[in-house]
Each structure stands twice: as structure tokens, then as C-alpha cells.
């Protein structure tokens, strides 16, 4: 069974970084491309990274490109989303989502890491 | 970029009832289109992928149509369970984004 486990949120003030983690288990993580995608407070899913299998291709959506960054340490099965320069509109539930062979069909989801940018 | 509109926003209707869900590109995706469910307190779930395909383990009554840039999501007989926030996706090209969602309420 697929498990994905996300932590490392918490309050931090603007301007501020923080790195997510999210451990996967149950599935070959070194096939499969890995995305995080985040829902701020009231509003709907946002797609934020994705990078693939072997962790030389990345992709950002315009909102967090220059200011997060997508890796992975496929020894340790865990995927990273190094954040910086935080803003409030930041604010979000943060789940990491595995990729359907390969794909961006996101197949299996963690619970979710709470991230609150605030002073 | 993408974008794709989802309608009604909210909908309304009882167990046992047939919900049409609708996500609109605003260009062709031909069949790149997913559908996920989320309820409060729990992580989203891939109810259909490519615009037709129904993932592991979702029941018959969900069923996806289309292709280009209109597409239905048909729960044909609605179960409590059913009731919850649905999504749509496309994966045609960078970036990937989401509709802003369809609340399926209980009536």
C-alpha cells in the first residue's frame, strides 16, 4: 500500500523559509515522478512542483518559481520542497501527490503538512 | 497557461439522484483531463484519468466523458458518501492546474 507522510510545517514569519518532507513507502519511488500540489485556507487545489523520477527535471508553477525548490533523495525514498522568501498568500495545506507511471495523474496523496505565514 | 472552469459551482441534489459535473478548457486538452474527489479532513482521490478512465477501486457510478475542451463528470445514482468537493485536471502541458472545484451538496 502507498504511504506518503509530509512534515516539516509550522508558523513562520514573511520573508522566512521552511523545508518540507515527505516520506514515501510502499511503491518504487525511484519510478515514479512526484508533484506538491497545496490548498491555501477556503480555496481550491493549486499544482505547485513536480520533478521526476530521477530527479533531474523540475517543474514550478509561475507563483513559487525563484522561490521553492523541488528535490528528491531517492536513497531515502523522500521527496523535499525547500521554500523561500515566504510570502502570506503562501499559506496552505501542503500535500505531496506520487504521479501515476510517470505521469502528472496523481494517483496517491499524503495527508498533508499546514504552513502559515504570518508576522 | 491553461485554465479551466468548472460548473455549477455548487450543486445541489439528493441520495440517489444523477449529478453532471462539468470542467471547461480554455483550449484543447484533448484527453488529458482527471477528476478527483475531496472531502473535508482527508487528502484528495482520483476518481477518473484521461478523461475516461476510472482509477482503481471507484465504483461504476462515476463515469467520465469527453475530449478537446469539454468534459463531464456523471455520478449516476448518488450515495451519502458521494457528497464532497470535486476537481478537475488537466496534465496537456506545463503548467498542470486545476479547475476551482464543484461542491456537491445534499439537498
Known amino acids: 500500500e502507498v504511504h506518503l507522510v509530509e512534515s516539516g510545517g509550522g508558523l513562520i514569519q514573511p520573508g522566512g523559509s521552511l523545508r518540507l518532507s515527505c516520506a514515501a513507502s510502499?511503491?518504487?519511488?525511484?519510478?515514479?515522478?512526484m508533484s506538491w500540489v497545496r490548498q491555501a485556507p477556503g480555496k481550491g487545489l493549486e499544482w505547485v512542483s513536480r520533478?521526476?523520477?530521477?530527479?533531474?527535471?523540475?517543474k514550478y508553477a509561475d507563483s513559487v518559481k525563484g522561490r521553492f525548490t523541488v528535490s528528491r533523495d531517492n536513497s531515502k525514498n523522500t521527496l523535499y520542497l525547500q521554500m523561500d522568501s515566504l510570502r502570506a498568500e503562501d499559506t496552505a495545506l501542503y500535500y505531496c501527490a506520487k504521479g501515476r507511471a510517470a505521469s502528472s495523474i496523481f494517483d496517491s496523496w499524503g495527508q498533508g503538512t499546514l504552513v502559515t505565514v504570518s508576522s | 497557461e491553461i485554465v479551466l472552469t468548472q460548473s455549477p459551482a455548487t450543486l445541489s441534489l439528493s441520495p440517489g439522484e444523477r449529478a453532471t459535473l462539468s470542467c471547461r478548457a480554455s483550449?484543447?486538452?484533448?484527453?488529458?483531463l482527471a477528476w478527483y474527489q475531496h472531502k473535508p479532513g482527508q487528502a484528495p482521490g482520483l476518481l477518473i484519468y484521461?478523461?475516461?478512465n476510472r482509477a482503481t477501486g471507484i465504483p461504476a457510478r462515476f463515469s467520465g466523458s469527453g475530449s478537446g475542451t469539454d468534459f463531464t463528470l456523471t455520478i449516476s445514482s448518488l450515495e451519502p458518501e458521494d457528497f464532497a468537493v470535486y476537481y478537475c485536471q488537466h496534465r496537456y502541458n506545463w503548467p498542470i492546474s486545476f479547475g476551482q472545484g464543484t461542491r456537491l451538496e445534499i439537498k
Open positions: 484521461d478523461g475516461s
Open positions: 520533478v521526476s523520477d530521477s530527479g533531474g527535471d523540475t
Open positions: 510502499g511503491f518504487t519511488f525511484t519510478s515514479e515522478a
Open positions: 483550449q484543447s486538452i484533448s484527453s488529458y
